[in-house]
Structure formats: structure tokens, C-alpha cells
């Protein structure tokens, strides 16, 4: 089952991007949350994803997978919920779909992906350590610099418009 989870059912497998894949099948996920419990269940979700998958991943570490296979996406779906995290607050506080703020979404997924790739220090810090905890964490510091990345060109985009 650990497999199963690390891989988000088997979404890791899809080639090419298995990353790209992962925060591909976060988006519809992110969004059913959002419906059923607004920003606060996306969060909780978040975390447990956080715990689920750091233990999916130690536990198949442990058992000889290599540290970080590219199929291993369960971090993907943790990171792209967290750059979702400013959308979805926006959505609840201004009172509208999720969906009627398409232009964060959309940025979340391009700014989360860019982190993931490119890797800037504190995300190159976190995937070169070892552990499940480890190879969760350097996605979920690339997803909070999207969210700032959201954060930051919502206001901006507000402030234009008023």
C-alpha cells in the first residue's frame, strides 16, 4: 500500500513529467476539498499528506526503493496544494468559486513546477537530504514559494484594478 500512496495510485507511473502528472492530479483534488470544507480542510488535507507521505516514502526507502524515484509523486500533491493555499483563502474571503480565480490557479501550477524544477537553495537544501520527511519537504518549500509567488501577484493584480 506505501507504494500505492507514494505514487498517488499510480499517477508517478505516467510518463513523461511524472512530477508534472502529480501536481496535474492535485489540481482536481485540491479544488473537491476546497468544495467540502473551503481553505481549512485543504490545509488539514494538506498536512496529513504531509505525514502520509513521509511515512509511504521512509517505508519504501526502508524496503530498497532508491531515496527519490521520479514515480514517487505523494510530494507533488503536498507542495501544489500548499502554492494552492492563497487561492483558495482568496476564494473563501472573497466569497466566490475557486474556479472564478482560474488565473491563481493556474499560476500556483507554473510557479510550483518552476520551484520543483529548478530547485533554488532552500529547495536544493531539503532534496539533498535523505528520509521520507526529506523528500516531502523540498516540495512543500517549493510549494510555499509559489503560494508567495500567488500571494504576491494577486495583490499587485488587485492593486492594479482598484
Same mark, same amino acid.
Given at each position: $500500500?506505501?507504494?500505492?500512496? &507514494?505514487?498517488?495510485?499510480?499517477?508517478?507511473?505516467?510518463?513523461?513529467?511524472?512530477?508534472?502528472?502529480?501536481?496535474?492530479?492535485?489540481?482536481?483534488?485540491?479544488?473537491?476539498?476546497?468544495?467540502? +470544507?473551503?481553505?481549512?480542510?485543504?490545509? $488539514?488535507?494538506?498536512?496529513?499528506?504531509?505525514?502520509? +507521505?513521509?511515512?509511504? /516514502?521512509?517505508?519504501?526507502?526502508?524496503?530498497?526503493?532508491? !531515496?527519490?524515484?521520479?514515480?514517487?509523486? *505523494?510530494?507533488?500533491? @503536498?507542495?501544489?496544494?500548499?502554492?494552492?493555499?492563497?487561492?483558495?483563502?482568496?476564494? *473563501?474571503? @472573497? !466569497?466566490?468559486?475557486?474556479? @472564478?480565480? %482560474?488565473?491563481? #490557479?493556474?499560476?500556483?501550477?507554473?510557479?510550483?513546477?518552476?520551484? !520543483? /524544477?529548478?530547485?533554488?537553495?532552500?529547495?536544493? %537544501?531539503?532534496? &539533498?537530504?535523505?528520509?521520507?520527511?526529506?523528500? $516531502? $519537504?523540498? !516540495?512543500? #518549500?517549493?510549494? %510555499?514559494?509559489? &503560494?508567495?509567488?500567488? @500571494?504576491?501577484? &494577486?495583490? *499587485?493584480?488587485?492593486? %492594479?484594478?482598484?
Amino acid at each position: $500500500m506505501t507504494y500505492w500512496i &507514494a505514487t498517488v495510485f499510480g499517477v508517478g507511473r505516467l510518463r513523461p513529467a511524472p512530477g508534472t502528472w502529480g501536481s496535474l492530479a492535485a489540481l482536481p483534488l485540491a479544488w473537491a476539498l476546497h468544495e467540502l +470544507g473551503g481553505f481549512w480542510l485543504l490545509a $488539514m488535507a494538506t498536512i496529513a499528506v504531509f505525514a502520509l +507521505g513521509s511515512w509511504a /516514502i521512509e517505508t519504501e526507502i526502508r524496503s530498497g526503493a532508491e !531515496d527519490d524515484p521520479s514515480e514517487f509523486v *505523494i510530494d507533488e500533491v @503536498a507542495g501544489q496544494w500548499i502554492a494552492l493555499w492563497p487561492v483558495s483563502y482568496g476564494a *473563501i474571503f @472573497a !466569497d466566490v468559486s475557486i474556479l @472564478a480565480l %482560474w488565473p491563481g #490557479i493556474l499560476t500556483a501550477f507554473i510557479a510550483f513546477r518552476l520551484f !520543483d /524544477i529548478w530547485k533554488p537553495a532552500p529547495v536544493a %537544501w531539503a532534496d &539533498a537530504k535523505r528520509g521520507g520527511v526529506w523528500v $516531502m $519537504m523540498d !516540495d512543500v #518549500i517549493a510549494g %510555499w514559494l509559489a &503560494a508567495l509567488v500567488v @500571494a504576491i501577484l &494577486a495583490a *499587485i493584480a488587485h492593486l %492594479w484594478l482598484i
